[in-house]
Protein backbone atom coordinates (compact mmCIF):
# COMPACT_ATOMS: atom_id res chain seq x y z
CA UNK A 1 0.00 0.00 0.00
CA UNK A 2 1.48 3.78 -1.02
CA UNK A 3 0.71 6.55 0.74
CA UNK A 4 1.28 9.88 -1.25
CA UNK A 5 2.09 12.54 1.06
CA UNK A 6 0.75 15.64 0.40
CA UNK A 7 2.33 19.24 0.45
CA UNK A 8 0.61 20.11 4.04
CA UNK A 9 0.73 15.92 5.62
CA UNK A 10 2.69 13.95 5.83
CA UNK A 11 5.12 15.04 3.87
CA UNK A 12 5.90 18.06 6.20
CA UNK A 13 5.34 15.54 9.32
CA UNK A 14 8.60 13.44 8.35
CA UNK A 15 10.65 16.80 7.86
CA UNK A 16 8.83 18.68 11.28
CA UNK A 17 10.68 15.21 13.11
CA UNK A 18 13.04 14.69 11.57
CA UNK A 19 14.30 18.74 12.30
CA UNK A 20 12.94 18.28 15.68
CA UNK A 21 15.39 15.58 15.97
CA UNK A 22 18.18 17.23 15.00
CA UNK A 23 18.77 14.99 12.20
CA UNK A 24 20.48 15.57 8.63
CA UNK A 25 18.40 14.34 5.11
CA UNK A 26 21.79 12.23 4.93
CA UNK A 27 22.15 10.72 8.31
CA UNK A 28 18.57 9.81 8.56
CA UNK A 29 18.31 8.55 4.54
CA UNK A 30 21.51 6.32 6.29
CA UNK A 31 19.35 5.40 8.90
CA UNK A 32 16.40 4.13 6.67
CA UNK A 33 18.95 2.31 3.74
CA UNK A 34 18.19 4.99 1.50
CA UNK A 35 19.38 8.33 -0.22
CA UNK A 36 19.03 11.58 0.68
CA UNK A 37 17.61 12.54 -2.73
CA UNK A 38 14.78 10.30 -2.07
CA UNK A 39 14.46 11.09 1.58
CA UNK A 40 13.73 14.40 0.10
CA UNK A 41 11.25 13.40 -2.56
CA UNK A 42 9.45 11.80 0.46
CA UNK A 43 9.96 14.84 2.53
CA UNK A 44 8.12 17.32 -0.42
CA UNK A 45 5.67 15.22 -1.39
CA UNK A 46 7.23 13.90 -5.36
CA UNK A 47 7.47 10.41 -4.19
CA UNK A 48 4.73 7.69 -2.75
CA UNK A 49 5.62 5.96 0.48
CA UNK A 50 4.81 2.86 0.98
CA UNK A 51 3.07 1.94 4.81
CA UNK A 52 6.10 -0.34 5.78
CA UNK A 53 8.56 2.48 4.80
CA UNK A 54 6.56 4.85 6.96
CA UNK A 55 6.92 2.31 9.70
CA UNK A 56 10.96 2.51 9.47
CA UNK A 57 10.70 6.85 9.73
CA UNK A 58 8.74 6.88 12.36
CA UNK A 59 10.95 3.92 13.80
CA UNK A 60 13.83 5.56 13.24
CA UNK A 61 12.37 9.22 14.32
CA UNK A 62 11.18 7.64 17.43
CA UNK A 63 7.76 8.43 17.00
CA UNK A 64 4.78 6.86 16.76
CA UNK A 65 3.36 6.00 12.83
CA UNK A 66 -0.13 8.02 14.38
CA UNK A 67 2.03 11.13 14.52
CA UNK A 68 3.20 11.36 10.76
CA UNK A 69 -0.43 9.92 9.25
CA UNK A 70 -2.72 12.41 11.88
CA UNK A 71 -0.37 14.99 13.17
CA UNK A 72 -1.60 13.91 16.73
CA UNK A 73 -0.11 16.82 19.01
CA UNK A 74 2.84 15.56 21.32
CA UNK A 75 4.97 17.27 23.81
CA UNK A 76 8.53 16.91 25.32
CA UNK A 77 9.30 15.17 28.41
CA UNK A 78 12.09 16.98 29.38
CA UNK A 79 13.30 15.08 32.73
CA UNK A 80 12.19 14.40 36.11
CA UNK A 81 10.32 15.57 39.54
CA UNK A 82 10.83 14.62 43.24
CA UNK A 83 7.61 13.63 44.92
CA UNK A 84 9.62 13.15 47.92
CA UNK A 85 13.08 12.00 46.03
CA UNK A 86 15.36 14.56 45.63
CA UNK A 87 15.43 15.71 41.86
CA UNK A 88 18.15 18.42 40.75
CA UNK A 89 18.36 17.73 36.92
CA UNK A 90 14.69 18.60 34.96
CA UNK A 91 14.00 21.24 32.18
CA UNK A 92 17.44 21.50 30.66
CA UNK A 93 16.55 20.64 27.48
CA UNK A 94 16.07 23.32 24.48
CA UNK A 95 12.48 24.37 23.01
CA UNK A 96 10.92 21.55 21.53
CA UNK A 97 13.48 18.79 22.79
CA UNK A 98 13.15 16.01 25.55
CA UNK A 99 13.55 12.46 26.71
CA UNK A 100 11.00 11.41 24.95
CA UNK A 101 7.60 12.34 23.39
CA UNK A 102 4.08 11.90 24.62
CA UNK A 103 0.69 12.88 23.92
CA UNK A 104 -0.39 16.65 24.68
CA UNK A 105 -3.59 16.47 26.86
CA UNK A 106 -6.26 18.25 25.83
CA UNK A 107 -6.96 21.92 25.69
CA UNK A 108 -3.26 22.63 26.22
CA UNK A 109 -1.19 24.36 24.07
CA UNK A 110 1.69 21.84 22.75
CA UNK A 111 4.05 24.43 21.60
CA UNK A 112 4.42 26.05 25.34
CA UNK A 113 3.07 22.74 27.16
CA UNK A 114 6.10 19.53 28.62
CA UNK A 115 6.16 17.27 30.85
CA UNK A 116 8.13 15.50 33.78
CA UNK A 117 8.07 12.02 35.12
CA UNK A 118 7.26 11.89 38.90
CA UNK A 119 10.23 10.52 41.06
CA UNK A 120 8.77 8.73 44.74
CA UNK A 121 5.51 8.75 46.14
CA UNK A 122 4.94 11.62 48.63
CA UNK A 123 2.00 12.82 45.92
CA UNK A 124 -0.50 10.35 46.36
CA UNK A 125 -2.45 9.44 44.66
CA UNK A 126 0.02 10.74 41.78
CA UNK A 127 2.47 7.34 41.64
CA UNK A 128 6.10 7.37 40.64
CA UNK A 129 6.06 7.18 36.80
CA UNK A 130 2.92 9.51 36.48
CA UNK A 131 3.24 12.85 34.18
CA UNK A 132 2.53 16.19 35.16
CA UNK A 133 2.44 18.66 32.74
CA UNK A 134 3.23 22.27 33.02
CA UNK A 135 4.40 25.53 31.08
CA UNK A 136 7.56 27.12 30.49
CA UNK A 137 6.00 30.38 31.03
CA UNK A 138 6.96 30.83 34.86
CA UNK A 139 8.79 33.68 36.31
CA UNK A 140 9.31 33.36 40.13
CA UNK A 141 6.29 32.37 41.82
CA UNK A 142 2.99 34.01 40.55
CA UNK A 143 0.02 34.16 42.52
CA UNK A 144 -2.07 31.49 40.99
CA UNK A 145 0.66 29.16 42.35
CA UNK A 146 -0.44 29.37 45.87
CA UNK A 147 -2.86 26.64 46.95
CA UNK A 148 -2.28 24.67 43.86
CA UNK A 149 -0.33 21.49 42.92
CA UNK A 150 3.32 22.55 41.51
CA UNK A 151 6.33 21.86 40.07
CA UNK A 152 8.93 24.00 42.07
CA UNK A 153 12.80 24.41 42.26
CA UNK A 154 14.34 25.57 45.22
CA UNK A 155 16.76 28.85 45.63
CA UNK A 156 19.99 28.40 44.93
CA UNK A 157 19.85 25.55 42.46
CA UNK A 158 18.20 23.36 44.88
CA UNK A 159 16.11 20.27 43.91
CA UNK A 160 12.80 20.28 42.03
CA UNK A 161 10.07 18.72 43.46
CA UNK A 162 5.95 18.61 42.88
CA UNK A 163 4.03 20.49 46.00
CA UNK A 164 1.23 22.23 47.02
CA UNK A 165 2.46 25.66 47.40
CA UNK A 166 1.44 28.07 50.38
CA UNK A 167 2.31 31.57 51.68
CA UNK A 168 5.25 31.30 54.47
CA UNK A 169 5.35 33.26 57.76
CA UNK A 170 8.74 34.83 56.00
CA UNK A 171 7.91 37.40 53.52
CA UNK A 172 9.02 35.80 50.39
CA UNK A 173 8.96 32.31 51.00
CA UNK A 174 6.79 29.50 51.47
CA UNK A 175 5.69 26.34 53.04
CA UNK A 176 5.42 22.90 50.61
CA UNK A 177 2.94 20.52 51.22
CA UNK A 178 2.82 16.48 50.23
CA UNK A 179 -0.47 14.39 50.91
CA UNK A 180 2.07 11.78 52.67
CA UNK A 181 4.90 13.03 53.79
CA UNK A 182 5.86 16.05 56.06
CA UNK A 183 5.72 19.55 54.64
CA UNK A 184 8.34 21.66 54.30
CA UNK A 185 8.15 25.37 56.09
CA UNK A 186 9.39 28.91 55.28
CA UNK A 187 11.15 27.66 51.60
CA UNK A 188 12.92 30.16 49.01
CA UNK A 189 11.94 29.26 45.45
CA UNK A 190 13.94 30.06 42.01
CA UNK A 191 10.14 29.69 40.55
CA UNK A 192 7.05 27.44 40.74
CA UNK A 193 4.79 26.47 37.84
CA UNK A 194 1.09 25.28 38.01
CA UNK A 195 0.46 21.57 37.31
CA UNK A 196 -2.05 21.75 34.33
CA UNK A 197 -2.78 18.06 34.30
CA UNK A 198 -1.67 14.73 35.25
CA UNK A 199 -2.24 10.93 34.00
CA UNK A 200 0.04 7.36 34.75
CA UNK A 201 1.72 6.49 32.09
CA UNK A 202 0.64 4.47 29.24
CA UNK A 203 2.27 2.04 27.34
CA UNK A 204 2.90 3.67 23.89
CA UNK A 205 4.48 6.57 25.69
CA UNK A 206 6.77 4.40 27.84
CA UNK A 207 10.50 3.69 27.04
Given amino acids: MALRPDGTAISNRIRQWRKRRGLTLQVLAGMLGTSAGHLHKWETGKVSITLDRLVDVATALDCNVLDLVEGLA ?36 AQQTVAVEVEGDSMLPIEEG ?19 LCIVQLADDGPRYVKRVKPGREKGTFNLYSTNAREMEDIALAWAAPVLDARPPVPEEEG
Fill in 130 to 148: WLLFYTRDYEGVPSECLGK
Fill in 74 to 109: NVPVVGRVGAGAEVYAIDDHAQGQGIRMVRCPNGLD
